[in-house]
DNA sequence: TGGGATTGCCTAAAAGCTTTAGGCAAGTCG
DNA sequence: CGACTTGCCTAAAGCTTTTAGGCAATCCCA
């Protein structure tokens, strides 16, 4: 019999792209192995379990999320950078949904911790450097930026604001207009 | 034997009591039998499927939230409004997780039109009645708002803020000054 | 180059969840 | 009181996860 020369980081890669064609909350052992043409309980040589997986699946989606905000914040300030690192976000979300609902999975702390997600909250704090804030500003817009990228990007994942107008693509770029605005006149407590 | 008296109600009632308790993914048709202390195949005669069983419990996480946020509405306008109604949305999400995450549940768009994810558009739209928008900005204002509450309180639930300083209810407040600065000082296009 | 050690995928099996089919008895109503 | 409806039951199939143990392919070294 031929082996399939499987690793644990060629499963990664095709559960993330099996990810993104079903939605990761279907990605399972079991549909994998198929997609190698091999027996379920060969994979558990290669991952401790399915958590294990859908971990693994997370920390790649995060580093690659991760990369692409550091190529696209390269030689930017203030709201072109604003702006790029938003795109990045939302364009990564939509050509890779199920990579994104992974890069969303939870972590436990100690994984979180050596994961990219600390490069994430490096960079939008880099982000602040362009606008005048001090902490704890700095911190309060950093959880702002956070959660407008995340929460519009799930809403629009969604469906939220499909056939309805005006269309997502204006409101999204109106709703960083209207986030420049306010990290520029952060108001004082 | 006696009867258990089983309804589709009673039944997402406990669903979302179960979800509150083990998070709503975990919730299941099974484990539910296993409360009422009756066979699985049992609960087929109430529900469809165990699709149904979530579906129940995401409109009625949607309900209670919508109640509650109606009520925190009455007599409030401009940024009281804007506070209250965000602080149910966290509130609700703090003290019912399972039935948060169930309000988030993907529904098809004919039940999402039926359910009170209606209401809630409506209220986050007259809650800007209390500032100078005009659409199409009112839409894009609504749209941020919605990113907002749940991006935050996504975030918070998943532990993101936790065990860091400034602690999360301040960031929540001070998000809420911005918004409303926002909200007050909208940027043209 | 041959043979031992390692590694990779296999079969087998248990346990849990979902869903369907068909049956019997408890409650309801004329 | 008998017939009908309804509610919960047993049975069973199909799927997923996970563990245990086995054989064969590959690697590596003498």
Redesign the interface.
């Known amino acids: 019999m031929v082996r399939a020369g499987l690793t644990p980081e060629l499963l990664t890669r095709a559960g993330a792209e099996l990810a993104d064609e079903v939605g990761f ?1 279907r990605v399972t052992v079991s549909e994998l192995a198929r997609r190698f043409d091999v027996k379920v309980a060969s994979l558990y040589s290669h991952l401790k379990n399915s958590q294990e997986l859908k971990t693994r699946i997370a920390l790649l989606a995060l580093e690659e999320l991760a990369d692409r905000a550091a190529d696209a914040l390269a030689g930017r300030a203030g709201k072109d950078a604003l702006t790029a690192f938003a795109d990045v976000y939302r364009d990564y979300a939509r050509t890779h949904p199920g990579r994104y609902a992974a890069a ?1 999975f ?1 972590l436990d ?1 100690e994984t979180a911790a050596q994961s990219a997600g600390v490069r994430h909250a490096q960079m939008t704090r880099a982000i602040l450097r362009g606008y005048d804030l001090t902490e ?2 700095q ?3 950093v ?2 930026l ?7 990007v ?2 629009e994942l ?4 499909s056939h ?3 269309d997502s693509e ?2 999204w770029a ?2 960083l ?6 990290l520029r ?3 004082q ?1």
Chains 1, 2 share one sequence.
């Not at 969604?158 to 604001?161: E, V």
């Not at 207009?177 to 306010?182: E, K, W, Y």
Request: net charge negative; aromatic share 10%; charged share 25%.
């Open positions: 909350d969303r939870r702390p704890p500003d911190t309060h817009a959880r702002l956070g959660s407008v990228f995340h929460g519009y799930d809403l969604a469906g939220g604001f309805s107008s005006p204006e409101s109106r709703i207009d209207a986030l420049d605005a306010t006149n952060w108001p407590a």
